[in-house]
Nanobody, 125 residues
Framework: QVQLVESGGGLVQAGDSLRLSCEVS????????MAWFRQAPGKEREFVTH????????KYADPVKGRFTVTRDNAKNTVYLQMSSLKPEDTAVYYC??????????????????WGRGTLVMVSS
């Protein structure tokens, strides 16, 4: 059984930083790319970032470029999302997503098979 467990969400002020973690079990973590999505109240789930199996290639959505950084530790089966200069519009439930490919390609929420339960990030102004 594949499990993705996020942690690290919380309430912060605008301009603060926060790091999310996602630990994966039940599949060979180092063989697959990983992604983060987010869903704000009343909105559809949207792509945030993507990291290849090795961590050598990453991609970011325009709203988070330069502020968010995705990394992974294959020895710990964990992917991280470092978020800096947070804005109120970053408020959302953040979901860890397990891709079925090693390298990056354009993806949407419909392409993802494995999801975590999500962790809430709230940014106050």
């Amino acid at each position: 059984q594949v499990q993705l467990v996020e942690s690290g969400g919380g309430l912060v002020q605008a301009g603060d930083s926060l790091r999310l973690s996602c630990e994966v079990s039940g599949r060979p973590f180092s063989s697959y790319a990983m992604a983060w999505f987010r869903q704000a109240p009343g909105k559809e789930r949207e792509f945030v970032t993507h990291i290849s199996w090795s961590g050598g290639t990453t991609k970011y959505a325009d709203p988070v470029k330069g502020r968010f950084t995705v990394t992974r530790d294959n020895a710990k089966n964990t992917v991280y999302l470092q978020m800096s200069s947070l804005k109120p519009e970053d408020t959302a439930v953040y979901y860890c997503a397990g891709d079925n490919y090693r390298e990056l390609r354009p993806i949407t929420a419909g392409d993802i098979t494995y999801w975590g339960r999500g962790t809430l990030v709230m940014v106050s102004s």
